[in-house]
């Protein structure tokens, strides 16, 4: 029985953004398929590691979809939607248990299991609290501390994003024990009577989230609709749908990672010191990746070595800089930062060789990065 037509493009853009869920290896073989349903004149699909779940929508106008469900292998239906020609359309059929994907000549059939043996994720009815964002803006947030969660750490509360709604604000920070981001926006939907309110979202529903807001389009004139529950979020746009367990833990008080002032403060042009650092990094020592910044006035000095007693060194001229330190810094942990701050400035701030350091971006005055140093 013939069930659907597509063209290739449709097929690629509802598959693309929920393969990555897809474990390549998985102790439930259901687990490695997506659930296609069929109703009216909508078409979803969904995967799910029983973690992290997320549903695309196809919305086929003009038709009358008989009600059905069914899985199928995702990478495998990817990979032959994305084999065949643009130009042709592509028709799904069901025959003895077996969806049929044909195209002109060519006809591929791929074993189905039951749907109702898929394990979707039941948030219930309950939300804490929900409010809308424009898609852009969260991006925004999400790409600004992303980078400094952390990864497979014992901590387990570290390895993803802490969220928090206070009043209109909602505030975004990462950890992984060396360095904390911290970032903010606020929601026009609430109020500053909003209760307060906190959850920790897993590290891959961050990078998936990020991976379905990359690829929307007009992403400016979009919404993201969230709603957090006692032990899910949720977060959809249109023709997507992300729910993911959260991470139950205290997370670090960030508040008082943050330092309230800085004896010492410089601004750097971000171009110029990434350069510079980048260049340093070559000679550091593979393990411990350390450097020292040597303040002197409005001139900072770079200089690293490493166990073969070489050395780099490179001056750079601050901008509005003063005073004197010398503070040894994971140069890792500068480089990913610049590289994520989208601004021609950047400010560092410091109190002494034994304190962290703030470094700040300067079209972003919410954002803040705190790093410890090191001993060299």
């Known amino acids: 029985m013939d ?48 973690e992290v779940q997320i549903t695309s929508t196809l919305i086929k106008d003009n038709l009358e979809l ?16 994305k084999s065949l020609s643009d130009h042709k359309t592509i028709v799904l059929s069901l025959i003895k248990d ?46 600004s501390v992303s980078f400094s969660m952390a990864i497979q750490d014992v901590r387990y509360y570290l390895n993803g994003l802490f969220l928090q709604v206070n009043g209109k604000e909602l505030i975004a920070v990462t950890t992984d024990g060396h360095r904390l981001c911290f970032n903010k926006i606020t929601i026009p939907s609430l109020d500053n009577s909003t209760e307060s309110m906190s959850c920790i979202v897993p590290r891959k529903a961050v990078i998936e989230l990020q991976k379905v807001l990359s690829t929307t389009k007009d992403i400016k004139d979009k919404n993201v609709e969230i709603s957090i529950h006692s032990n899910y979020i949720q977060l959809c746009l249109p023709g997507k749908r992300l729910i993911s367990k959260l991470i139950e833990g205290n997370y670090p008080d960030y508040q008082k990672v943050i ?34 910044i040597t303040l002197d006035g409005e001139t900072a000095v770079l200089q690293s070595t490493n166990s073969d007693q070489e050395e780099a060194i490179e001056k750079i001229i601050t901008e509005e800089g003063s005073g004197e330190l010398d503070i040894g810094f994971n140069v890792t942990y500068l480089v990913e930062v610049l590289n994520n701050i989208n601004a021609d400035k950047v400010g560092f701030s410091f109190n002494d060789s034994q304190s962290s350091a703030v470094i700040t971006n300067l079209e972003d005055k919410e954002f803040k990065y705190i790093v410890m140093p090191m001993r060299l």
């Open 259 to 292: 330092p309230n002032d800085s004896k010492y403060k410089v601004m750097f042009n971000k171009k110029d010191f990434l350069e510079k650092l980048t260049r340093v990094s070559i000679l550091t020592s593979d393990k411990y990746r350390g450097i020292r």
């Open 3 to 50: 069930i659907i037509k597509f063209s290739k493009s449709e097929l690629s853009i509802a598959l693309q953004p929920i393969l990555s869920v897809v474990e390549r290896r998985n102790a439930l073989p259901i687990l490695l398929n997506v659930l296609i349903t069929f109703r009216k004149n909508i078409v979803s699909f969904t995967t799910s590691d029983i």
């Open 98 to 143: 077996k969806l049929v994907i044909q195209q002109e000549q060519s006809k591929f059939s791929l074993q189905t299991l039951p749907a109702k043996d898929f394990p979707l994720l039941d948030i219930g009815n309950k939300t804490n609290l929900s409010f809308s964002l424009q898609s852009d803006e969260m991006k925004t947030l999400l790409d």
């Open 66 to 81: 008989e009600d059905l469900e069914l899985t199928v292998s995702a990478r495998k239906l990817f990979e032959i939607s």
